[in-house]
């Protein structure tokens, strides 16, 4: 609506506070454990052979073979990343640790034989892919007939500005094609795969990580603090190190902001005939 006078200054000031308070009351949206209750839907008995793919340090691989029992094994391109996780692994009970193992391994080559896994989880590593539908054939290809992914992508929104675009994409190492959600069905639907459920969580973790401990708002502190007075952390810290957490600082106020989204896909490879 256009600005009105009459409406700005007199009747919506007799409405602000009820409005603010309402704003208050959560609207109880789902974190990240939405996606443990996604697996648990699917009902895979324990010893499952589970890939999960892009697994940084570990610890979704470990919290897949303790809620589940299922046998796991976490892949990732960067040494770093599997060098901390088998120390991880080190000081997981044995129960624990004997069902996970770690390699060196990506979305578009996964170490393992065809028709072998029974589950693929793969988070935040999609829209990092060249090429999203050479990963979903690959994720077809080591599922078993009948078995399940469950993929959570943050992708764009059309209220992502294009130079906000190119300010956040560049530095968070995002390929921006494959941050388009249209592209991912494309890629989804080139695969083969069957979609069981697309869940559009929207900005539902962003609200929920600022409802537990303020994450956002932080971000945004932090985001004005480092553009108000670049050289200061520049100084201290490098001039790659300041782009890396000016990306990070953006990338969680746009999920809050809605120019960023997350969704879960549950994709299903079609048991023979």
Wanted: glycine residues 6%.
């Amino acid at each position: 609506m256009a600005w009105d006078r009459d409406f700005f200054y007199d009747s919506y000031p007799r409405i602000e506070q009820a409005f603010g308070a309402r704003l208050d009351e959560s609207l109880s949206p789902r974190g990240p454990s939405v996606l443990l209750q996604v697996v648990r839907e699917l009902d895979l008995p324990p010893d499952s052979r589970v890939v999960d793919v892009g697994c940084g340090e570990g610890a979704h691989a470990f919290r897949l073979a303790t809620h589940f029992g299922f046998r796991v094994l976490g892949i990732d391109p960067v040494q770093r990343h599997l060098d901390l996780a088998r120390e991880a692994r080190r000081s997981e009970v044995p129960e624990i640790g004997s069902r996970v193992s770690f390699e060196r391994g990506s979305a578009t080559r996964i170490p393992v034989p065809d028709s072998s896994v029974d589950l693929v989880w793969c988070r935040d590593v999609i829209v990092h892919v060249e090429d999203p539908e050479e990963a979903m054939l690959e994720i077809a290809r080591v599922l078993r007939p009948g078995a399940y992914a469950v993929l959570y992508s943050m992708v764009a929104t059309d209220l992502l500005a294009p130079e906000e675009a190119d300010q956040l994409f560049d530095v968070m190492g995002v390929v921006p094609s494959s941050a388009d959600p249209r592209v991912l069905d494309d890629a989804i639907a080139a695969s083969g795969l069957e979609v069981v459920e697309t869940i559009d969580l929207a900005s539902e973790w962003g609200e929920w990580a600022q409802e537990q401990d303020g994450q956002a708002a932080r971000s945004l502190l932090h985001l004005a603090r480092l553009l108000r007075e670049p050289e200061r952390y520049r100084a201290e810290f490098g001039g790659a190190a300041y782009d890396v957490m000016v990306g990070d600082c953006r990338w969680h106020v746009f999920r809050m902001m809605g120019k960023l989204a997350g969704r879960i896909d549950v994709l299903r490879r079609p048991a023979r005939r």
